[in-house]
């Protein structure tokens, strides 16, 4: 079975900082796909990022960047320059590719964003 | 437009008692899962459909039943609803690079 840890249960940051959040997951698959969503207080769960295994480089959306380990099965994500409206619970998810079908998640880790 | 959508948003209602929460997607995707998020947030699968069909039936109790008429639709009827079934369920469709795409949670709470 896929485990996901996320070992931060809570965070804060300063805003403008950057801060960076921590996850492993195990897993004997070679090919899968990583998740980062973000869960702010509406409760909507909105992806964040997406990582392909077979990809070496690291994923970027503006702000938001990973730093993809395979071999240490590590999966972070880093936040650059926080805004308040970061405040969430953020989830990292992995999935294998096209077998399994099944989404796996972390326990999340609840950012906070201080003004 | 709304991608995923579910009804309703809240739910209240009495232990004993049968409801149902209905799910859409307008994103064209064949695969449609529910998940239940505890108090702690913790989000677990409990069940997934691909075109109509179960493909993913966690282990969940069988007072649970999913119930896809398509594969835009799939809806999750709760019989003789328990205390612990409080949560808040989210529907979810998957995209292209296995991307799931949530709907915006039910709360249900069981008094």
């Known amino acids: 079975a896929q485990t996901v840890t996320q070992s931060q249960p809570e965070m804060s940051v300063q805003e403008a900082e950057t801060v960076t959040l921590s996850c492993t997951y195990d897993t004997s698959e070679s090919n899968y796909y990583l998740f980062w969503y973000k869960q702010p207080p509406s409760r909507q769960m909105i992806l964040v990022i997406r990582q392909e295994a077979y990809k070496q480089q690291n994923a970027t959306e503006n702000r938001f960047s990973v730093n993809f380990q395979k071999a240490a099965k590590s999966f972070s994500l880093k936040i650059s320059d926080s805004q308040l409206g970061d405040t969430a619970m953020y989830f990292c998810?992995?999935?294998?590719?096209?077998?399994?079908?099944?989404?796996?998640f972390g326990t999340g880790t609840s950012l906070t964003v201080i003004p | 437009d709304t991608a995923v959508s579910q009804t309703p948003k809240y739910l209240v209602t009495q232990m004993g008692n049968d409801k149902s929460i209905k799910c859409e997607q307008n994103?064209?995707?064949?695969?449609m899962y529910w998940y239940k998020q505890d108090s702690k947030k913790f989000l677990k699968i409990m069940f997934s459909?691909?075109?109509?069909?179960?493909?993913i039936n966690e282990t969940v109790p069988n007072r649970f039943s999913p119930k896809s008429p398509d594969k835009a639709h799939l809806n999750l009827h709760i019989n003789s609803l328990e205390l612990g079934d409080s949560a808040v369920y989210f529907c979810?469709?998957?995209?292209?690079?296995?991307?799931?795409?949530f709907g915006p949670g039910t709360r249900l709470l069981v008094l």
């Open positions: 998810a992995f999935m294998k590719h096209r077998t399994g079908n099944q989404f796996y």
């Open positions: 459909y691909n075109n109509k069909e179960l493909i």
């Open positions: 979810a469709s998957r995209g292209r690079r296995e991307t799931q795409y």
């Open positions: 994103l064209g995707h064949d695969t």
